[in-house]
């Protein structure tokens, strides 16, 4: 399967936060998850695969291009939406397509109409004057009126209501009809990935932690709750973090297969939820 985009060992220091050695891939033709806790690292991956942001060492390409040497080939074929507004707040809708319209050889005048008329958004009126889920909206029109064939998205669905981001969601669905389109999107509401993610990427702490199908997720991991007296030296290496009280646990494993045969009906399992699984590996880090 083809990879839209490929980060070979990057790293990036600041002064307070290292990214180390990343190398992760994201497939062409799906929607991929982009999760990690707050200060994880997910917005510095997304400004480098701009180029914003320049790797200290290794190596990024985007659609088999390296990023450093084909930028503006690539930029062209890609659409951003952050969650930051980079847009110019002092404008209108119409004075900015002014800018940027020019800037892209696909830009499509019908799209962006379609796009303004379907998220009701006024042409003549500032950016400053719109609300946080319209200068959302606005960010999408752009980013979706250019025929770009990956769309980079850093928390798209902060600050809409659960209705637009129903709608938004389903967009995206239509919008992968094309099997040319592939998407990273990062959200902080993992039932957003669960909607929509047909891969999750999951960084920690500037490591990648891990780029996995849905689905192979949801078999892999679960959540075990059982009695104390069931852990010892032995049955905990099952586990990859594990909460105690006084009588019981609770813990996340991926070997699902061993504790069902090691505990029987003695203990609980659940399936994982992606939130389960973010507060376990953060547990484990601070334990560790
Ligand atoms: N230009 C910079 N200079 C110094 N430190 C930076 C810079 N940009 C980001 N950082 C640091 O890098 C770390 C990762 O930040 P980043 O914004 O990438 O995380 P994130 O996963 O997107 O977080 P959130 O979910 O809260 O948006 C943070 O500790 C941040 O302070």
Redesign the pocket.
Known sequence: MENVIQMNDVSKS????QLQNMSFSIKKGFVTGFI??????????LKMLLNL?KPDSGQISIFGLDLQKHEKEIKERIGVVF?ENILFESMSIHEIKKIIAPAYGGWEESDFQYYLDKFELPQKQSINKFSKGMKMKASLAFALSHQAELLLM??PTAGLDPTFRREFLQLLRELMLDENKSILF?S?ITTDMDRIADYITF?DQ?AHVFTKEFYQIEKEFAVVRGNIELLDQDTEREFLSIEKSNSSFEALTNQVLNVENLFGEEVLIEKASLEDIMYFTKRRRAHA
């Open positions: 600041f002064k307070e936060f990690g806790a707050n200060g994880s690292g997910k917005t510095t991956i942001i969650d850093d928390e990062s902080h960084i500037g």
